[in-house]
């Protein structure tokens, strides 16, 4: 009777450790698919022809974009179902913002950066 017993121990014990194994191989295989997705994502993110220069939301679900398309800059307005050119503008028109976020970017240059912007250079003075 204690064989019987010991066996049934040893099974769970099995049972358990190769529960653990399947867990922990798809850990991996969701951390290397997740890390092949995101630098797919950012490679196919580089020279692109189109971008989203500013997004302003003016009600659920409804935003009004500028886009660069090639050289030209539209201003389109998107919902859930719809979206529709509203009018094109001269890049002189618009404020393109100088913060590009890449591969190399480093946090404390664009917080640098958004400091300057938004209070002069008494950030800076502050620091000193």
């Not at 994502?41 to 679900?61: F, K, M, Q, Y």
């Not at 389109?76 to 890449?102: F, Y």
């Amino acid at each position: 009777m204690i064989l019987a017993s010991d066996t049934s121990t040893f099974s769970t014990v099995l049972q358990l450790l190769g529960a653990m194994l399947i867990f922990v191989i798809v850990l991996i295989a969701c951390y290397y698919t997740t890390k092949l997705v995101g630098s797919s994502r950012i490679l196919n993110g580089r020279n692109r022809n189109i971008n989203i220069v500013e997004t302003v939301r003016i009600a659920p679900s409804k935003y009004v974009q500028i886009i660069q398309v090639g050289r030209k800059y539209i201003v389109i307005g998107v919902s859930k179902d719809h979206i529709e050119m509203l009018t094109e503008i001269r890049e002189d028109e618009i404020e393109v913002n100088d913060l590009k976020v890449t591969e190399k970017t480093i946090f404390a240059d664009v917080l640098a950066k958004v400091k300057t912007r938004q209070w002069g250079d008494k950030s800076n003075k502050d620091e000193k």
